[in-house]
């Protein structure tokens, strides 16, 4: 080999380390928005758990009777 084929395959390994560094970087920032989300998801599920049982144990005597209603001013 001569000396400009071996700077030119170090001169390639280089480029090929620093896209594998970026890769990694890269990586390691989507998971961490991947688990901040999954923490998210989890959180607005119990919420949203909370929330139907709580509608679903509403008692329907608190509402008001539609025919009961006096019209809007309006009207």
Known sequence: MTEKQIIELENRINDLECQLAFQEETI?????ALSQQQLQISKMLDQMKYVVGKVKN???SNLADPSEETPPPHY
């Open 28 to 32: 390691d920032t989507l998971n961490d």
């Open 58 to 60: 509403m008692d329907s």
